[in-house]
C-alpha cells in the first residue's frame, strides 16, 4: 500500500540548509554488514550499526539501491521501486532504517535508478507480451532494426558493459539498453514515465526519507531520432562531449519537474546528480536554483595525486558552481572506482593525506564505506566470485568493480571479520584483521581515528566545509597551502621528499605523525597538516 502524505516532525528533520557542507557516507548494503548470517548484507544490518555512523561525524547517510531486482547489475536493475528485495529485508525495515538514523540526528539519502530498469519490471514484461505496437513498447525504446530482414541494431549505439546498446526480441523488434541487456533504458518522452517517478519519489518522500542519489542522472533523455554516434570508440567519449544518449538538455525540464516535488516537504529533501558531463560548467546546469542540489564532482575524483593538477581541479569545480550558488561537491571513492588507497598510488600515507585534503575543502564531501579504515581494493579476487556483469562481456568497462566492494572488517581476527555469522559474499583478504574497526577503535595513529578526529574538527570550526572560498598561499612546487575563513591552513606535500616551509601556526591534525614543528617545518612526503593561524 502506498503510504499517505502524512509527513510528521518525528520522522523529518529539521531545515538547516544542512546539505551545503555535509559529509554524507555511502552505505553499499551487500557489504555492510550481515544481520541475518546468510553472508549477503542487509537493511537490519545497516540498522545495527547506524550508532557506528553516528560516532563517525557523518552527517547523512547514502545507501545504494535495496529495491525489488533480480541483480543482474547489483540492484541498479530494479523491478520494483516500491518494494525491498528480500535478499535486504522489507520496507518495514526500510522504514526502521529511516526512524533510527533520523533518531540518531542522520539523514538518509536513497539510490534512485530513472534512467533504466530491470527486464523483470512490470512494464516491460508486458511490453514483450503484447508485442509491436503495444502502448508499454512506448515507454521503452523498442525499434524495427537495419538492414533487410531487421537484423542489425537500429543504431550504432555501444553498451557500456561492452557490445552493442541493443537486444533483439522474438517478434524482430529491438530495444534499448545502455548498460546491460537486463536493463532497459526507459523512453522519458512519454507522460507516463515522468508520472511515475513522480509518484516513487513521493513514496520515499512520504516515508521519510531525506533526499536521493539520482543514478546516471545525465542519461535519461536521448537525441531526437536516436542517430548514429559515427565512432568506433565510443566508450572513451564519455564524459569528454555531449553525446546523443548523455546530457542531453532536455533532462532539465525534467529535474525541474523534480525540484518542485522536493520542494513540496518540509526538512530541505534534496537531490544529489551522478552526471557524467563533459565540463564543470555543463555539471552545474544539474544544479541550478531550481532543478538538482548537489552533483558528484567527478572531476576531481578522476585528478591524479599531483599538486598543479589538485588545484585546477579545486579552482575549477569551485568556479563553475558559484554562479548557479551551488555547492562543491568532492569525493575520492565510490562503489564503482578503485579505492583512493590503491588509485593514488603511494599507499597509505598518501590516501590519509587525500582525505585531509578533500575535508578541508569547502562544499559537501562524500565517503565510501570502508575508507576511513583504510581499505585498500582487493585485486587479487578469483574469476568465479566475481559479479561485476561487464567482467562477462566482451568490451566495455574494466569489469573489476568487485574489488571495491568486498564486505567490511568490523572485528575479530579472520574472516568474515564480524560482517555476519554465514560469511561474505565475496571473499574478505585473509590480512585485514588489523584494518577490522573494533582493532583502530582507540589507536590514535589509526585511520579510523584520523577520519573521527577530522570531522569532529571539520564540524567543530566555523565555516570549514561552509562557502566558497580557497585562499592560496605561497607554498614549494609539489605543495598546496590554502586558508579557509577561520583561520585553518591546510598544507598538502604531494611529492616524494620532504618540503620545509615555514610552520604557519599551532598543528590542530596531521594525517601521519610529525617529528617537529618548531621554525622551519618540514612537511614530509605525502603528508597533509591542518594548522590553526
Keep these: 500500500m502506498t503510504p499517505q502524505h502524512n509527513v510528521t516532525p518525528e520522522n523529518v528533520t529539521p531545515a538547516t540548509d544542512w546539505w551545503r557542507d555535509a559529509v554524507i557516507y555511502q552505505v553499499y548494503p551487500r557489504s555492510f554488514a550481515d544481520a541475518n548470517g546468510d553472508g549477503m548484507g ?61 533518531a540518531l540526528d542522520l539523514r538518509i539519502i536513497v539510490d534512485l535508478v530513472p534512467n533504466h530498469c530491470s527486464d523483470q519490471h512490470e512494464w516491460f514484461r508486458r511490453g514483450l507480451a503484447e508485442g509491436p505496437g503495444s502502448v508499454l513498447r512506448e515507454r521503452f525504446h523498442f525499434r524495427k532494426g537495419r538492414g533487410e530482414n531487421g537484423e542489425e541494431p537500429p543504431n550504432d549505439w555501444e553498451s557500456l558493459f561492452g557490445g552493442p546498446a541493443w537486444t533483439r526480441v522474438p517478434d524482430g523488434e529491438w530495444y534499448l539498453h545502455l548498460f546491460a541487456p537486463e536493463q532497459p533504458d526507459f523512453n522519458w518522452d512519454h507522460p507516463a514515465v515522468q508520472d511515475e517517478f513522480r509518484s516513487v519519489l513521493r513514496f520515499w518522500l512520504d516515508l521519510g526519507v531525506d533526499g536521493f542519489r539520482v543514478d546516471v542522472a545525465h542519461g535519461l533523455v536521448k537525441a531526437p531520432g536516436l542517430p548514429d554516434m559515427g565512432h568506433g570508440e565510443q566508450l572513451r567519449l564519455l564524459g569528454n562531449q555531449v553525446l546523443p544518449f548523455f546530457d542531453q538538455d532536455g533532462v532539465h525540464d525534467i529535474y525541474r519537474s523534480w525540484r518542485t516535488v522536493l520542494d513540496e516537504y518540509p526538512g ?115 574469476d568465479e566470485v566475481r559479479q561485476d556483469p561487464s567482467f562477462f562481456r566482451d568490451s566495455g568497462q574494466e569489469g573489476l568493480r568487485d574489488g571495491c566492494r568486498v564486505p567490511l572488517p568490523w572485528s575479530g581476527g579472520t574472516a568474515p571479520y564480524g560482517f555476519g555469522d554465514g560469511g561474505s559474499w565475496l571473499p574478505q583478504p585473509g590480512d585485514w584483521a588489523g584494518l577490522t574497526v573494533e582493532a583502530q577503535t582507540g589507536d590514535p595513529d589509526s585511520t579510523l581515528e584520523l577520519y573521527r578526529t577530522a570531522l569532529a574538527l571539520r564540524r567543530r570550526l566555523p565555516g570549514l566545509g561552509a562557502g566558497d572560498a580557497v585562499e592560496w598561499l605561497d607554498a614549494p612546487d609539489g605543495v598546496l597551502a590554502f586558508r579557509r575563513p577561520g583561520g585553518l591552513i591546510c598544507t598538502v606535500n604531494t611529492t616524494d621528499t620532504p618540503a620545509p616551509l615555514p610552520a604557519p601556526g599551532r598543528i590542530l591534525l596531521a594525517s601521519r605523525q610529525l617529528d617537529s614543528t618548531d621554525g622551519d617545518f618540514t612537511l614530509p612526503a605525502d603528508t597533509a597538516v591542518w594548522w590553526a593561524e
Excluded at 557523518?58 to 525491498?84: C, K, M, T
Design 268 to 382: 530541505e529533501r534534496i537531490a544529489v546528480a551522478e552526471a557524467w558531463a563533459p565540463t564543470a560548467e555543463r555539471t552545474s546546469l544539474y544544479v541550478r536554483p531550481d532543478e538538482l542540489h548537489q552533483a558528484f564532482n567527478f572531476h576531481y575524483l578522476n585528478t591524479g595525486w599531483d599538486a598543479a593538477a589538485l588545484r585546477e581541479a579545486i579552482d575549477s569545480s569551485l568556479d563553475a558552481m558559484r554562479p548557479v550558488a551551488a555547492p562543491t561537491t568532492w569525493v575520492l571513492s565510490n562503489h564503482d572506482v578503485v579505492r583512493h588507497r590503491t588509485r593514488l598510488g603511494g599507499g597509505l600515507d598518501r590516501a590519509r593525506a587525500a582525505t585531509l585534503l578533500m575535508l578541508a575543502l569547502p562544499g559537501s564531501a562524500y565517503l565510501y564505506q570502508g575508507e576511513e579504515l583504510g581499505l585498500p581494493e582487493v585485486t587479487d579476487l578469483p
Design 42 to 102: 542487509d537493511l537490519a544490518g545497516v540498522r545495527s550499526r547506524l550508532p557506528y555512523l553516528r560516532d563517525l561525524g557523518v552527517d547523512a547517510v547514502w545507501l545504494s539501491p535495496f529495491y525489488a531486482s533480480p541483480q543482474a547489475d547489483a540492484g541498479y536493475d530494479v523491478a520494483d521501486y516500491r518494494a525491498i528485495d528480500p535478499m535486504f529485508g522489507t520496507l518495514p525495515d526500510a522504514e526502521a532504517v529511516i526512524r533510527d538514523a533520523h
